[in-house]
Structure formats: C-alpha cells, structure tokens
C-alpha cells in the first residue's frame, strides 16, 4: 500500500510500470488517472485545496477498506495539490489483485470514496474568475452501491 | 481552546485559514452558534449547514457530536476528490 500527497507532477507511465512488476501473485492490475479537464475552453488552471494530516489519514482508511474487501496484493494512491495547468494529471489509483474483476471493483472503490470523502477541493481559475467546483449529488449517490447488505 | 481550520470558500468567507477559540460549546452545533453569533462574516459562512462539513480530530463527523477531548475542528464545504 503506497499513498502518496504531494504538489510535485507525477510520471503515470513509469508509476503504472513499477507497480504493475513486482507482485507475482497478482494477476490483474488496473490504473486509473484523473486529468484536468476544461469543458468550457476558458479554464486557466485548477489549484487544489487539501487538508494535510486528515486527507493521508483519510486515504489510507479508504485503501485499507479496499484491500480487506478485495483481497488486493498492493495498492497505490497518488493525489496531487496545488496549482495545475489543463491536462495535467491529478491524481492516480492503481490496485493488484489475483483476478481482475477485483482489481477493477477496488480501483471504482477507491475512486468514488476519493472524490467525496478525502479532503481535497477543486477551484478553477478561468478567464473570467474563480470558482470552486460544487460536488455532484451523483458522486455521494454512488457510495451506496458500496454498503454491504 | 481548541484549534479550528477552514478550508475552500469557508476559509475565503471567514478570511482566515485557522483560529484557536476557547469555547465552552458542548457540541459542533454549540460552536457554530458562537461563531455565527460574532460577525457577518462568520453569520455567512454558517449560514446553511447542509453546504457544510465538520471533522473533528480529523475524523469526519456530525454537526450534533460531542467536543468533549477535541483538539481540532475543521468546517469545510463537500469534498471534491479525485
């Protein structure tokens, strides 16, 4: 399990390749990363609040959570902060596991509790202002689909 | 006196990113009284809670929990993770 905040830019290739060797007991690993995205063709940048201390304490809490539930042999979050230009990455999970219905379950696991229950916070900076990006009822609505019967 | 954190535009509305109170309040709903009960800058941001979030300790939590043994409070709107 490695869970990464930092402001630095990442290397999602050389991050996917490292984890992808190394775990002779995973036969499916699945990555995904999130990318600054302009809708609008206004946006400048994207800068990224978090809370030090609860956002790593909140992150290892949601892949601990995976890992028991998926029995995954390795997992790596990587969240950025800070300022980032469009089409930067934001952030990457990545989850190994024997077979790869976990591995894909695990990462949509990791990432709807990533979007709505660790500490981070989205503004954009456009040509015309500032606004923080609103969170999306869909995105609290998908957690339940993760609540055991 | 316990320390509290604001984050996104709480933190913009009140001006500051953190302050220590010292507060009796018994609970987050208490100290959100007191702090509404300051300014109108604190009036707004406090406004409508259900825009709001509130860890305490750095654990989420509800606004009808107990601050009893807390160190830290953070209020913050909804988070937007990943």
């Known amino acids: 399990m490695d869970i990464r905040v930092q402001s ?3 290397d999602f ?17 699945v990555t995904f ?8 063709g206004s946006l400048q940048r994207m800068v990224i609040e978090h809370y030090p201390g609860m956002t790593e304490r909140a992150l290892e809490k949601i892949a601990r959570e995976a890992t028991g ?13 800070g300022d980032l230009a469009v089409g930067e990455m934001i952030m990457m999970v990545a989850t190994a596991a024997r ?18 229950r660790a500490p981070f916070w989205k503004k954009e900076i456009t040509g015309s202002g500032t ?15 993760w609540s055991k019967e | 006196m316990v320390e509290i954190l604001y984050f996104a535009w709480v933190r913009e509305r009140i ?10 309040a018994a609970t987050v709903a208490d100290l959100v009284e007191e702090l509404r009960a300051r300014e109108e800058r604190y009036a707004a941001a406090f406004a409508d809670l259900s825009a709001l979030r ?14 009893d043994g807390v160190r830290e409070v953070a209020f913050f709107p909804p988070m937007t993770g990943g």
């Open chain 1, 8 to 10: 630095a830019p990442f």
């Open chain 1, 13 to 29: 290739g050389a991050e996917a390749g490292a984890f992808a060797t190394g775990h002779d007991n995973a036969g499916a690993v």
């Open chain 1, 33 to 40: 990363a999130g990318i600054v995205r302009d809708d609008t």
């Open chain 1, 69 to 81: 539930r998926w029995d995954l042999k390795d997992c790596l979050i990587i969240h950025r902060h």
């Open chain 1, 99 to 116: 077979h790869r219905k976990a591995a894909f379950e695990a990462a949509e696991y990791l990432m709807d509790f990533l979007k709505s």
């Open chain 1, 131 to 145: 606004g923080w990006v609103a969170s999306k009822d869909e995105d609290e609505a998908a957690l339940g689909r």
């Open chain 2, 15 to 24: 001006g500051l990113p953190r302050e220590q109170v010292e507060t009796n």
């Open chain 2, 54 to 67: 509130v860890a305490l300790d750095q654990d989420l939590a509800d606004f009808d929990a107990s601050l």
